[in-house]
Every structure is written in C-alpha cells, then in structure tokens.
C-alpha cells in the first residue's frame, strides 16, 4: 500500500498551513502585512518550496491569505459580515418525474440517499485522484488535440476491451465526455424524428429523456431477470419496423441483474434477422469479471455499439467515457463530435490514464468491490427483514429493484419519505410508458443500510424487523 506516501506531503501542508493561521491569529501577522518569502518559510518549516506554495494557495482559498502578483502573499483583510441568508424552506417535492429525480441527485437536498445513482463520493477514494491531477496539471495548457481523445489512454482502453474478450483497434474507440454524451452522440447520429427505438423496460431513465428530446417513439421492451425477453423484443420491433436497441447488460440499471449467456446469443440471432443495432451500455465493467457475458464480445462490434464510462467505477465528476465500435461509426460519431462540442477534455483523459497505467485504478477498484458486495449483502438483508422481495439475482452493482406491497401509492411514499429528508427513486421513472404493474422502486446498496430509511419504511408499509 502507498498510505505514508501519499498522506506525508498533505500533512506536511496541513503543517505550514496551521502554522501560519496561528501567527494571523495570534495577531503575529496583520491584515495587509507580507507573509514571509517562499524560500524563508520553506527554511522556518523545514519543508520544500513546493509545500510552501501549496500552503499559501490553500490560505488564499479559504479567504485568509491575498495573493499580489509579482510582490507575494498577503493577510488579508477581514470579511464583511455578510448578509443573513434566508431559510430555503422544505425541499420541493410538487412533481416527482424524472427530471426531479436526476435533479435531486445533483442538489443533493437529502441525508438519506437510497434513490441515488451514484455511490458516496468517499467510496471513490479521492485521495487517488488527486495525486493524479499534479502530474496532469502541466498538460492543462495544452492545444485541443485529436476529437478522437487522448491517444495513450485509447490504447489502454483497448487493452481493457481485450481483456473482456472484445476486440477493438484504438482506431475504434472514441473518447467522450462520458456515458451520457456517447449515448448523445448515438442518438444525433442514428435516431431520425418520430422514428422507434427499443429500451429496455425498466431502464435506464435518463436515456428516455434523451430520446424524448430527439422526438423518438420510446418502446420498451420487458426485463427478465436474465436479461431482454427475446419474445417481446421480437413482437415489438417486428411491429414498429425499430432498428435501434439501448440496452444494459450487465448490473443493469435500476434491477442489477445481468444478461446470461444464452439470451445474448438468442437476442444477437434476432437482433441479425431484424436488422436491429444494438447500443450496449456496460458502466460498471471494471469492477465485474472480464469474462461475464457481453453482446459487445458476442458480436465483435459487428452490430454492437458499446459505451463505456469511469462515472460509476472511479469519479462522476471526471467526466470521461468512450465508444468502442466499427470504423465506420466511430468515424462519423468523431465527425459529429468535433461539430457538437469540439472535443473532450484531454486533461481529464491524462488524469484517467495515468491512474490506470500507474496500477493506482485497480488497487481502487479492489476496494470498491469489497465495498460492494458488503453493501450488496446488507442491502438485501435490510430489505429481507422488511418484508419486500428483491427482483431477481443482482449482483456487482450499486441498485436493487425492490418490490412494494400492492397499494402502495408512490407518489404519496415519495412526498413522505422527501419530507423526511429521504430519497426515494419510484419504479414508475424507469419505465419508458409510466407508471405501470406492482409498485417497485430503485435502492442504491449504499444507502440501504441506514437504520432511518429501514425505519421510515417499517412506519408505512410495514415488515417482518
């Protein structure tokens, strides 16, 4: 492990920093008074410049300390008293619709957030990225680059899809701002007005709202606990004339299951006598076995669009993902790319990469599973002493899709549990035609485990614990 390395040079910053708010404090240095010089405060510390440097910048950051450039670094003055801020009221909670929902997870409101998509930032280790962002932070500077991406991470990227037995050239991997704008991309490129796509049912809501703007026909096709039901996938598609699939495979996104090998060789048989192109999402891909069954290695890349992204695996506010396809279409998906936004963000690819070459990913990554499956199986354990049933066999993931009593109203569950400062995901979002069969909603393991969500929901639809 490298926890003296990486934690001796923050202390030692932490060291400069205490030290010198005491002075201030003290009233040794005074509002407009010079601090010492870089040089003279490294010797006075016994740390390097570097440290010295770091430390003023944080002074300046936390509003102690002025920088003056060309002269040095200054006390500064004290702060105004700033205006009493007014009292926001309760969380607004009138329409619980998609939109509410992805914005309740970027507002972050509530204490309890078991309808989340992402997992808690302290799962995602950011002392790992940032030792990344100094030896990236030189690169800052530099010109756009190539809208393919950062060439050294698409070779590593290719690599990894080698490792899951998908074959791709660098050539075929398209770097993105992430999962969301692959699946923008896709969209602009493949979906016409008016046109049909299939999506899995429940799926992946934030998708719907992607097709709805493009002005889709949305048709959802049922999920087993094993993946597309291969029947239904064919009526619809054979109804509506729909030539496009957006699919989870794997810890699918909101029931956490995972396509078993025979219905991905069933669905690809179909998928080729329908003429049928298949967008495969995979966001949790690096923290579950290489060899798990994949359309994306089934097909080769034939008629298998795969996305990928490190949201889920290393940070959501890095934002980077990929497309890993045929030449072809991730030649005009670049094209569209370079038009739409110019370029992704090679600073944030450098630091993505340097932490998979560096081997600093995969000792996260074994630690993130570890947290997984703990969380996993106390999850289900919370939910079993509930009364409420698990869909299927999930695994991998961060979500359970969980199962109410029948008159549960969950609208009403919803407002409740908000006004509680609960967050509550309703299983009627993840279905593109709405709200329809039992009552389920969407858990994130990470969460499930907090004794106020087992108790706000032993209040309203009671349970076995």
């Known amino acids: 492990m490298d926890t003296v390395e990486s934690h001796e040079p923050r202390t030692r910053v932490e060291q400069v920093v205490a030290g010198v708010a005491e002075r201030i404090d003290r009233g040794l240095l ?6 010492p010089s870089i040089r003279a405060a490294a010797l006075r510390f016994a ?54 929902l992805l914005r309740e997870q970027l507002d972050r409101h509530y204490d309890v957030r078991v309808g989340d998509g992402r997992p808690p930032p302290d799962w995602m280790e950011s002392l790992e990225v940032g030792r990344a962002l100094r030896p990236s932070a030189a690169t800052a500077s530099e010109s756009y680059g190539s809208p393919d991406g950062y060439p050294p991470l698409r070779r590593s ?18 770097l993105t701002s992430g999962a969301n704008h692959a699946l923008d991309l896709v969209i602009r490129q493949f979906v016409a007005p008016g046109e049909p796509v299939l999506v899995d049912s429940p799926g992946y809501y934030p998708l719907f709202g992607k097709l709805r703007l493009a002005k889709a026909r949305i048709l959802g096709v049922r999920r087993n606990p094993d993946g597309p039901d291969i029947a239904h996938l064919d009526e619809v598609a054979r109804r509506s004339g729909a030539r496009l699939f957006f699919t989870q495979s794997l810890a699918h996104n909101p029931t956490g299951c995972s396509l078993t090998l025979p219905v991905g060789h069933r669905l690809l048989q179909r998928a080729a ?3 049928l192109r298949i967008v495969e999402c995979d966001p949790f891909a690096d923290v579950l076995p290489a060899a798990q069954a994949r359309l ?32 072809d279409v991730t030649a005009a998906l670049r094209d569209l790319k370079m038009v739409t936004s110019v370029n992704s963000s090679g600073f944030v690819e450098r630091i993505v990469h340097d932490l998979i070459e560096s081997g600093r990913y995969r000792r996260h990554l074994r630690r993130l599973g570890g947290r997984i499956e703990a969380a996993s199986l106390q999850g289900r354990a919370v939910l079993a002493g509930l009364g409420l049933p698990v869909f299927g066999e999930p695994r991998g993931g961060y979500y359970l899709w969980c199962g109410l009593p029948e008159a549960t109203d969950l609208d009403v569950l919803s407002r409740r549990a908000a006004a509680r400062g609960i967050l509550i995901a309703p299983g009627g979002l993840f279905l593109p035609e709405g709200p329809a069969g039992p009552p389920m909603m969407r858990v994130n393991i990470a969460h499930a485990g907090d004794p106020r969500f087992a108790r706000f929901m032993r209040e309203e639809v009671g349970g076995a614990a």
């Open 30 to 35: 005074r509002p407009g008074e010079r601090l």
């Open 47 to 100: 740390v390097s410049k570097n440290t010295v440097v770091n430390a003023y910048e944080r002074l300046v950051a936390s509003g102690r300390v002025e920088s003056r450039p060309g002269s040095g670094f200054y006390v500064a003055a004290p702060a105004k008293a700033a205006r009493p801020v007014p009292d926001p009221g309760p969380v607004p909670v009138a329409a619980v619709d998609s939109v509410w």
């Open 157 to 174: 990227l290719a690599l990894r899809l080698a490792e899951r037995a998908i074959h791709a050239e660098p050539g075929g991997v398209l």
């Open 273 to 275: 006598a329908l003429d």
């Open 296 to 327: 994306a290695a089934l097909d080769q890349l034939e008629r298998v669009i795969y996305v990928g992204t490190f949201a889920k695996t290393l940070s959501a506010s890095l934002r980077c993902g990929y497309v890993a396809a045929r030449a």
